[in-house]
């Protein structure tokens, strides 16, 4: 081995099928060979390497899962990725403080099963949750479909440890529930995507486990009214946990990739969840049912849990099922004012028509977070070339109606070339500044976020 990767006492390798193991996440960005990967299993360990790395100019590429959408862990230039993936301790659950303390090589829905199984809950749920790990979770501030009642990863997040690139060992945030001591550290690491420093621990509140759910399945002949109805509703002052919608083109491909039993003579659906007091819920469904109806919909109520499981199952499975359609899918998460929902909607159903390429949109309506899939062949040049000049446009639209161009999936590389099209230069040089007070030399995650 390299004498410059050479760490004493640290799993470490630079073995071609290890490299390029690490070499691509979920995105479509291109892959690239890092210099080595690297496994700790301490925060010490953690600490070793990144100073090893400040002292001889490598980057350091924090990764979880690598089910990353923006290209967040995917090497650029001379670098060791740093792979949490033996760091997947759950160390303390506080059930009288309602706290738990997680390395972040845990998966989210392994700490959920074992938050449920002691009547708590853990809300944020990415479509990876049975994949994905809470340090990437943390890093991309990831949402989910319970984002609509519950918020975010970052509204979770009490307390962080993590190494910045002097190798030095931070804590930032506690116990308590409140805390306002000088500049809130805690929340500038959440969503950095491994530029600012490696995440070693993290503290999450945690909720009592509601005590029931009901699922409802509400059918649209048509796509503008499944919009509207996530308004009305939401300005109903009912606030689901979830409202999920998928778009006819979503229902066909899950039929055709996994049966379930979804209608495929309907223009978009909503899948909508309400937890609480059982009293209290069952008058708020009914509320939901009634705005529904006026706009046409067709209620299904989901008898059971194995009942509920099975619509859950078909809406986690969209991703997989695209990939039947065709070879490539640039997947943007959007996101617009609630009230605009139906209006991008149909603007990126026109968008699709003009160009003859096929866009999927479903996604966490509620929040008006929709994820927009690009269908191409990356194959096909010209094809791919359309399909990636129709992301510009995507997020025309969106900016247009006051909205991002990112809900949770980050900037990484793929986004980077967008940024400033939302973030002016003024906001733009404050970031960049933040960045260079963390990491003078540049080695977190370096070409990430900023280009």
Same mark, same amino acid.
């Given at each position: 081995m390299d004498n410059l990767l050479n760490i004493p006492g640290i799993e470490i390798?630079?073995?071609?099928?290890?490299?390029?193991?690490?070499?691509?996440?979920?995105?479509?960005?291109?892959?690239?060979?890092?210099?080595?990967?690297?496994?700790?299993?301490?925060?010490d360990e953690v600490a070793r390497i990144i100073k090893h790395a400040y002292e001889n100019n490598l980057g350091i590429i924090?990764?979880?899962?690598?089910?990353?959408?923006?290209?967040?862990?995917?090497?650029?230039?001379?670098?060791?990725?740093?792979s949490?993936?033996?760091?997947?301790?759950?160390l303390d659950v506080d059930t009288r403080n309602m706290t738990v303390v997680v390395e972040p090589g845990?998966?989210?829905?392994?700490?959920?099963?074992?938050?449920?199984?002691?009547?708590?809950?853990?809300?944020?749920?990415?479509?990876?949750?049975?994949?994905?790990?809470?340090g990437g979770n943390v890093a991309t501030n990831a949402g989910g479909p319970r984002a609509l009642k519950y918020g975010v990863t970052r509204d979770y997040v009490m307390g962080i440890e993590a190494v910045i690139p002097d190798g030095a060992v931070i804590s930032t945030g506690g116990k308590t529930h409140k805390r306002v001591v000088g500049y809130d550290l805690k929340?500038?690491?959440?969503?950095?995507?491994?530029?600012?420093?490696?995440?070693?621990?993290?503290?999450? !509140?945690?909720?009592? $486990? &509601?005590? @029931?759910?009901?699922? +409802? *399945?509400?059918?649209?002949? #048509?796509?503008?009214?499944?919009?509207?109805?996530?308004?009305?509703?939401?300005?109903?002052?009912?606030?689901?946990?979830?409202?999920?919608?998928?778009?006819?083109?979503?229902?066909?491909?899950?039929?055709?990739? !996994?049966?379930?039993? $979804? &209608?495929? @003579?309907?223009?978009? +659906? *909503?899948?909508?969840?309400? #937890?609480?007091?059982p009293a209290t819920i069952?008058?708020?469904?009914?509320?939901?049912?009634?705005?529904?109806?006026?706009?046409r919909g067709e209620v299904i109520?989901?008898?059971?849990?194995?009942?509920?499981?099975?619509?859950?199952?078909?809406?986690?499975?969209?991703?997989?099922? +695209?990939?039947?359609?065709?070879?490539?899918?640039?997947?943007?998460?959007?996101?617009?004012?609630?009230d605009k929902v139906p209006a991008v909607l149909v603007e990126l159903r026109k968008l699709s028509e003009s160009s003859g390429i096929k866009i999927i949109s479903f996604g966490h309506a509620g929040d008006g977070n929709i994820h927009v899939?690009?269908?191409?062949?990356?194959?096909?040049?010209?094809?791919?070339?359309?399909?990636?000049?129709?992301?510009?446009?995507v997020f025309e639209i969106t900016l247009k109606l006051g909205g991002s161009i990112s809900g949770e999936h980050g900037i990484g590389l793929m986004k980077a070339p967008y940024l400033n099209m939302e973030v002016k230069e003024k906001e733009l040089g404050l970031m960049r500044g933040i960045k260079g007070v963390f990491d003078p030399k540049g080695i977190m995650n370096p070409g990430k976020i900023f280009g």
């Open positions: 390798s630079t073995g071609k099928e290890d490299l390029l193991c690490y070499s691509f996440d979920a995105s479509n960005a291109e892959a690239a060979l890092p210099m080595a990967v690297a496994w700790p299993r301490k925060t924090s990764r979880g899962a690598g089910t990353g959408m923006a290209g967040a862990s995917v090497p650029r230039g001379r670098g060791i990725v740093l949490f993936e033996k760091m997947k301790k759950i845990v998966i989210n829905g392994r700490l959920q099963k074992e938050l449920e199984y002691l009547g708590f809950f853990y809300p944020p749920d990415p479509a990876s949750l049975n994949t994905c790990t809470i929340g500038l690491l959440v969503g950095s995507e491994g530029t600012l420093a490696a995440i070693t621990k993290i503290r999450l !509140k945690m909720l009592p $486990l &509601p005590e @029931d759910i009901i699922t +409802l *399945l509400v059918l649209f002949s #048509d796509l503008e009214a499944s919009g509207t109805a996530v308004a009305k509703i939401i300005s109903s002052k009912v606030i689901p946990r979830t409202m999920e919608l998928l778009d006819r083109s979503s229902i066909e491909a899950i039929e055709n990739y !996994k049966p379930t039993g $979804l &209608p495929a @003579d309907v223009d978009a +659906l *909503l899948l909508i969840e309400l #937890d609480g007091y069952k008058k708020e469904a009914e509320r939901v049912v009634d705005i529904c109806n006026t706009l109520v989901a008898e059971d849990t194995m009942a509920r499981e099975r619509l859950w199952e078909a809406r986690r499975s969209i991703s997989p099922a +695209l990939y039947h359609l065709k070879p490539t899918k640039i997947n943007e998460d959007i996101v617009v004012p609630r899939n690009i269908m191409v062949d990356v194959n096909n040049k010209e094809e791919y070339r359309k399909g990636r000049e129709l992301v510009k446009k």
